[in-house]
Each structure stands twice: as structure tokens, then as C-alpha cells.
Nanobody
Framework: VQLQASGGGLVQAGDSLRLSCAAS????????MGWFRQAPGKEREFVAA????????YYTDSVKGRFTISRDNTKNMVYLQMNSLKPEDTAVYYC???????????????????WGQGTLVTVSS
């Protein structure tokens, strides 16, 4: 499956952005979908994930209440709505798909099989 992330940009603190991840090649309904981010000089970190069953989501603590992950299997799309952005949210954001991702590993990059190219989000203070 090929993933294409988009929607990043330069915003001010407090603003909102919606990232999109378009999939091609196979239907996304078969995959756990995740968003990760990597800031300069830091390791890639988990942001959010949504299981195959719509409505079961996971978030890292720093984005809970501000970010919302969703999926539209009919359109083969995954979204990350980001509100109340902070400068520390600045990073390249990646979407990822996992075919055998179990719940206990859902926050680990190694549990995902396919990755998009990343989209840069820059939040100025």
C-alpha cells in the first residue's frame, strides 16, 4: 500500500491544521492506521492511532484533547485534526499502516509496515 500525507504548513500557536493521509494499492480497512512525528534531532514518536474498527483510538498524552484521528475507509483516507497547536508540535508528521499491529504495540513505529513520506508542520510562537 502507498501512503501520501498532506496538509502540513506554517501556523501560529493556537491555530488548527488537518492532516490527510491518502492510501492507494489496497483498502485501508485492513490496516491499523497511525500518525507519528519527528522533530529535528529527535526520534520518531507516536502521536495517534485508530484501529480497524472505527471509534477505537489511541493518543499520546501531549496531544489528548487537542488532536483527533479519524478514518474514512470508503475514501481510503485517514485524518489528523490538530487544534490548539503549540510550538512543541513542530515536526514532520508521518502516517503509517500496520497489517498485524496488536494493541500493545500500537505506539511503536516497528509495528507498522508502510509509511508515507511525511508532511512538515511548523508552529510559531
Amino acid at each position: 500500500v502507498q501512503l501520501q500525507a498532506s496538509g502540513g504548513g506554517l501556523v501560529q500557536a493556537g491555530d488548527s491544521l488537518r492532516l490527510s493521509c491518502a492510501a492507494s494499492g489496497r483498502t485501508l480497512s485492513s490496516y491499523v492506521m497511525g500518525w507519528f512525528r519527528q522533530a529535528p534531532g529527535k526520534e520518531r514518536e507516536f502521536v495517534a492511532a485508530v484501529r480497524r474498527s472505527v471509534g477505537i483510538t489511541y493518543y499520546t498524552d501531549s496531544v489528548k484533547g487537542r488532536f483527533t484521528i479519524s478514518r474514512d475507509n470508503t475514501k481510503n483516507m485517514v485524518y489528523l485534526q490538530m487544534n490548539s497547536l503549540k510550538p512543541e508540535d513542530t515536526a514532520v508528521y508521518y502516517c503509517a499502516a500496520g497489517s498485524r499491529t496488536i494493541t500493545s504495540m500500537i505506539r511503536h513505529p516497528s509495528a507498522y509496515d508502510y509509511w508515507g513520506q511525511g508532511t512538515l508542520v511548523t508552529v510559531s510562537s
